[in-house]
């Protein structure tokens, strides 16, 4: 079923805002699966560990101050951010069948937002990071717009292609022009001379 845009309801959730917010929390969960790469790691420290850094990223993001849409309305475990104004929350689950509280119920920073959104529209909102329903396809994050009656009325879908970049550096070094060699007969001096005559 193909689904409106979030902008479509509400201009403030532009697509470069949400591919921002996606892109953070998908390096995060790319971080997080190169570090945790241990025999005695698990998906359960794995996913302790993506969720804890992916609510830090969003917290850093916040307070940096960097994109003024990016707001932060409660940094705990539950957190609540915003964009633009519009309370949003994030997890690790499945779109298709979610199971966790940050998609299935509202939290009480977004309440006020959901009880003024109008019949059939969504008022609360929440990006998913998804793995497929195995864990083993390449992540890509949807964003839905929730009715007040738990309704999907809106979707975003993040681009799936991983970038990779050389972290640290922000231009490659220029590369050195080098002349050809000049190859040629071997020429001899006075030295070799005198010395192969007093053989």
Not at 49 to 68: D, K, L, Y
Not at 100 to 112: E, F, G, H, I, S
Not at 175 to 188: E, L, N, S
Request: hydrophobic share 35%; net charge negative; aromatic share 8%.
């Amino acid at each position: 079923m193909n689904l409106p845009l979030p902008a479509t309801f509400n201009a403030e959730l532009m697509s470069d805002r949400l591919e921002s917010v996606s892109q953070w929390l998908l390096d995060e969960l790319y971080a997080t699966e190169d570090d945790l790469s241990r025999p005695t790691d698990s998906g359960y420290t794995r996913g302790c560990t993506t969720f804890g850094r992916q609510r830090s990223r969003i917290i850093a993001e916040a307070v940096s101050g960097r994109q003024p849409w990016l707001g932060l309305s409660n940094n705990n475990n539950d957190i609540v951010f915003t964009i633009g104004g519009v309370p949003c929350r994030f997890s690790n689950d499945d779109p298709s069948n979610p199971s966790k509280d940050a998609v299935l119920t509202a939290n009480r920073y977004q309440l006020d937002f959901l009880e003024f959104a109008a019949r059939g529209e969504p008022g609360r909102f929440c990006f998913i990071i998804d793995r497929g329903h195995d864990g083993a396809a390449e992540p890509k994050v949807e964003f839905l717009g929730f009715t007040p009656s738990g309704e999907v009325a809106c979707r975003w879908v993040s681009d799936t292609v991983r970038v990779l970049r050389l972290e640290g550096q922000q231009q490659l070094t220029p590369p050195v022009q080098v002349d050809k060699p000049k190859v040629g007969p071997k020429r001899r001096d006075e030295g070799d001379i005198a010395s192969e005559t007093l053989r």
